[in-house]
């Protein structure tokens, strides 16, 4: 297994530099507390006191996996301290989110791919629409979403309707790109054969056009997943920090407490990982369903 | 089958076409006044070097371009209205086989489209199946197959709808040589059990000799036919008949009118 040494080579030289740098980052405060202290500090006092401090500039990554398992393991799942119920809140949304940014990309892809007038009236926005801070966009539309109070009408939570927003609105485009793409990878020479046949337009997109774009969708798909993930941790910063990854990260910053901020990440880049691998295995279960070569 | 020589049909009959496209350089005539006609059962190879218009003059036919000037008529019909009476099927140089569907549904595909029932669309995929010689192979991708294979499932595919007209277009281009030469002797096989008109572009001088009752020598610039020879060979052909006096005549006759062709440039 080359392939693993490589990757555990670069894994280690990650550790290494990340402890490295937490001595680094965290000497000052140890020098700090010795100078008022009166006392000398020699290596081994520098390294022990870099490593455990509650609100270091760095912390090193056994501090971070410790609170990481503490916060999956230590508590009930439904108490507001386990991160594990952090995650499900972030994930219903990025789920959600990326469901409604999914069916919002191919239909668009589909009026593009269909309609010159679509392509040029919708494209530029599009574009545009991701051209636009995240951070600038979200607390307008929770501000939006809670004041349309579309969340009461379907019986959810306006937070989590605000949140769908955001990861749906990350999420939609790589998808729309993607299917446009896919939608248009059939040659003439197809479109010919489906045209002798008298075949209707939507019969050419049934057949032909749909089919030969699934494998552009699962590339978008593994990006708009990620993606969605994004957007419903940003949808949490702004919705007054109550659950969520999001809100752990914004609570971990506001109490000074960087050990917090870094577990919900890890967790959250531990969730991303996850779904792309879900997607992944679906991605090769359909197309192996479709017939390509393994 | 042999009787419908004498009942001869007009099936296809092109009279003064033109085709001009209209090109970012100008505009480039295609097919120039272009008179043919061809009868119920023949065998027609267009022949020419590129930029002849036989694939054009082909793609007119199946209305998948539209001349602009003249008439053209298939069965009696705009080729337009021919095309929704389903009188020809086409096969192009690739197969173009859907990666995704099995053989015995990539043949079915056009079956599908023009809805017939799915008891149909079985009973008829395994008897053009059969016909190609494919038969036990409808549920294998198209990867599994050669490139031979492959073509044979794209002609089957053109007949599951039973058009009196088969249209191809370099359907052997891209195969070798000793894979060309048996296809072509089961394209003879497959006319001879159908009787369908068939029209073939091809730029090989022996298969059109080979296939053909009807050789049409086109030339380009502007793309026009030079000349038109009837073969006055025998219906069955085995493959060593391209060593007869005739066929050697015929494929003489046919150089020295793409060379024609060519000189008065």
């Known amino acids: ?294 | 089958m042999k009787d419908m020589q004498h009942t001869a049909r007009t099936v296809i009959e092109a009279k003064g076409v033109n085709l001009v496209f209209e090109t970012g350089d100008g505009p480039v005539q295609a097919l120039k006044d272009v008179n043919l006609a061809v009868q119920k059962g023949d065998f027609v190879s267009f022949i020419g070097p590129s930029g002849c218009g036989k694939t054009t003059l082909l793609r007119a036919i199946a209305a998948l371009e539209h001349p602009t000037g003249g008439s053209l008529t298939v069965n009696g019909m705009t080729p337009e209205e021919a095309r929704k009476k389903r009188a020809y099927g086409y096969v192009f140089q690739a197969a173009g086989l859907y990666p995704w569907r099995t053989i015995a549904r990539n043949v079915s595909l056009p079956l599908e489209i023009m809805g017939f029932s799915k008891s149909e669309q079985k009973e008829r995929v395994e008897r053009v199946l059969a016909l190609v010689e494919l038969s036990g192979f409808g549920n294998k991708f198209p990867w599994q197959l050669s490139g031979g294979m492959q073509q044979r499932a794209s002609i089957a595919r053109a007949l599951a709808f039973d058009a009196d007209i088969l249209l191809m277009d370099e359907p052997f281009g891209a195969l070798d040589e000793i894979v060309r030469d048996r296809l072509n002797e089961e394209v003879l096989k497959l006319w001879a059990r159908t009787g369908k008109t068939i029209g073939f572009v091809t730029h090989s001088i022996p298969e059109a000799v080979y296939l053909s009752t009807k050789i049409v020598v086109m030339s380009p610039r502007p793309g026009r036919i030079t000349d038109v020879i009837e073969s006055p060979l025998p219906r069955v052909r085995p493959l060593d008949i391209r060593d007869s006096r005739e066929f050697i005549e015929i494929a003489h006759r046919v150089r020295e009118g793409l060379r024609a062709g060519h000189s008065d440039e």
């Open chain 1, 1 to 294: 297994m080359r392939n693993a040494g490589a990757i555990l080579g670069v894994l280690l030289l990650i550790l290494v530099l990340w402890y490295l740098g937490t001595i680094w980052l965290n000497a000052a405060w140890v020098y700090d507390q010795a100078a008022r202290a009166g006392t000398e500090v020699g290596w081994r006092d520098l390294v022990f006191g870099t490593m455990a401090q509650e609100r270091p500039v760095l912390p090193p990554p056994h501090q971070v996996l410790g609170e990481l398992w503490q916060g999956v393991t230590s508590y009930a799942v439904t108490s507001k301290k386990s991160l594990v119920y952090h995650g499900y809140v972030t994930l219903t949304a990025t789920f959600w989110g990326f469901v409604l940014g999914t069916g919002l990309g191919i239909v668009m892809a589909m009026g593009i791919v269909r309609s010159r007038t679509l392509d040029l009236g919708l494209m530029p926005w599009a574009i545009i629409s991701q051209t636009v801070p995240i951070v600038a966009i979200a607390p307008m539309i929770v501000v939006l979403s809670n004041s349309l109070g579309l969340g009461d009408q379907l019986g959810v939570s306006n937070r989590l309707v605000s949140k769908t927003i955001i990861a749906a609105y990350l999420s939609y485009f790589p998808v729309l790109v993607g299917m446009i793409k896919g939608l248009r990878s059939p040659d003439p020479m197809q479109l010919d054969l489906l045209h002798t046949y008298g075949a209707s337009v939507g019969q050419g997109f049934a057949k032909l056009r749909l089919p030969a774009s699934v494998p552009y969708l699962f590339a978008s798909l593994k990006v708009g997943i990620a993606a969605s993930l994004v957007g419903a941790i940003v949808g949490e910063l702004p919705t007054g920090a109550v659950e969520g990854l999001g809100a752990r990260m914004l609570v971990g910053s506001q109490f000074g407490s960087p050990v917090m901020v870094w577990a919900a990440l890890f967790a959250a880049a531990i969730l991303a990982g996850v779904l792309i691998l879900v997607v992944r295995a679906i991605e090769s279960v359909v197309l192996q369903g479709m017939g390509v070569r393994s």
